[in-house]
């Protein structure tokens, strides 16, 4: 029996589907469903986390016409989406979520929680100064919707808040890439949400890395490859920068890399979207793009 819908839930966990929804439930644990099943389907929303089982299914659908994602990045899935097909991201679903998690690395750092954890460890007292967030600048590479996001969080912190984007936009108080020469040796802290293009990918390298100031942090809640993995490493090594990693390049970090060891660095395996947020987001987000592709309506977040 085949369907015009494959999807990671339910319709009844998704919630507010029309009755009788043609799906098929596949989550990519197990086999997925045969070819058979599979000849009607025209909207695929990828399993969460399951990218790497799920992008082989892609060929065996020749009726597809839609690629949903659950992720805001698509630069693994696009490539594996054939054309005339529309992908679409979940532009939004991880706002708070990553905004959350770069707020937690940057108080972490800035105050020297690993290393309390270290000392917590060996049983030792040690009253010491750090850094306060408070009195701070910090820059955000990338303002879309999570950087309006981080943005929101770290306005409480009474820090300095310097947004840039692609372009310039100065009826938001936006700089634009060309400005970053001027304006990251004045930055305490970068925060990187800036998505993996060819244009992004190591824009963060020794250049870049060398105008930061020392002492600076360096966060990355965005992709792996925005950095020069190399030059950053030269830099943590030389003690001059500090950083916090969500995402690293490559990725998985394995455990003979020298990343994990490099002094001030606090790296995080990719937890910016897994949370108790994703999945209440993640209905509601299914929810509205099968709604409107129901309706024959334009589809949210598609390229």
């Not at 979940?90 to 309390?116: N, Q, Y």
């Not at 990251?184 to 060398?210: K, N, Q």
């Not at 792996?224 to 969500?246: H, I």
């Amino acid at each position: 029996m085949s369907a015009r819908y494959l999807l990671p839930y339910a319709p009844d966990v998704i919630g507010g589907l029309p009755a009788g929804l043609d799906a098929l439930v596949w989550d990519g644990d197990g086999p997925a469903p045969s070819d058979d099943a599979l000849r009607e389907v025209e909207f695929f929303c990828l399993p969460y986390l399951r990218h790497a089982v799920a992008l082989p299914v892609i060929p065996h659908l020749p009726s597809l016409k839609v690629v949903q994602t659950l992720t805001a990045g698509m630069d693994d899935v696009l490539p594996h989406v054939p054309d005339g097909v529309l992908a679409c991201s979940a532009r939004g679903l991880h706002d708070a979520s990553t905004a959350e998690l770069a707020v937690t690395l940057i108080l972490a750092s800035l105050r020297g929680v690993p290393h309390f954890t270290r000392l917590q460890d060996q049983g030792r007292w040690s009253q010491e100064f750090h850094q306060s967030l408070a009195d701070r600048t910090v820059l955000i590479l990338g303002y879309g919707s999570i950087g309006r996001a981080l943005a929101v969080r770290l306005e409480p912190f009474e820090c300095e808040i310097v947004r840039v984007a692609r372009s310039a936009r100065p009826e938001e108080r936006v700089h634009g890439v060309a400005e970053l020469p001027d304006l990251l040796p004045s930055a305490d802290v970068v925060v990187l949400l800036t998505p993996l293009t060819p244009e992004s990918r190591h824009l963060v390298d020794a250049g870049f890395l060398s105008r930061m100031k020392d002492g600076a942090l360096l966060v990355n809640v965005a992709r792996g490859p925005v950095v020069d993995t190399a030059a950053l490493l030269a830099e943590l090594t030389a003690q001059r920068l500090r950083a916090a990693l969500d995402v690293t390049d490559p990725e998985p970090l394995p455990a003979d890399h020298p990343l994990w060891h490099a002094p001030g660095v606090l790296i995080t395996p990719h937890v910016g979207g897994p949370s108790s947020a994703f999945l209440p987001r993640a209905r509601r987000t299914l929810r509205e793009q099968i709604l409107r592709y129901e309706n024959g309506e334009p589809l949210a977040a598609g390229r």
